[in-house]
């Protein structure tokens, strides 16, 4: 084999590959949401569905919090079956403490 014959193979390969790229690009770029469904999002554009916390149990069950728009609920996922521990919990709303005045001032 001569050099002419790498020098095609190895620019075939750089095509084909470069085809594959492209093709993975477009559909990412202009047909994801044909190919895959995109998330659900609410008004605001943000994601409505988020896992908050998972705490394993042992090796078969595990209790996940799950928030959907502004509720939680707490989940018992195992082998034999899930349960709903606990449905439309709100969730925890943080409110940093308003100062104290200073007693000397």
């Not at 620019?11 to 044909?34: C, E, K, N, P, Q």
């Not at 999002?41 to 069950?61: H, Y």
């Not at 799950?66 to 943080?94: M, Q, S, T, W």
Request: overall charge positive.
């Amino acid at each position: 084999m001569d050099a002419s014959t790498y020098l095609r193979f190895l620019v075939s390969l750089t095509l084909v590959l470069g085809a594959i790229f492209f093709v993975a690009w477009a559909v990412r770029r202009w047909g994801g949401g044909l190919v895959l469904p995109r998330p659900a999002r609410g008004a605001s554009g943000a994601r409505r569905l988020a896992l908050v916390d998972a705490l394993p149990l042992d090796g078969k069950r595990r209790l996940v919090l799950v928030r959907r728009d502004d509720r939680e609920h707490l989940l018992l996922l195992g082998a034999e079956g899930d349960l709903v521990i606990e449905r439309n919990c709100a969730a925890p709303c943080f409110q940093l403490p308003k100062p104290q005045p200073e007693a000397g001032s």
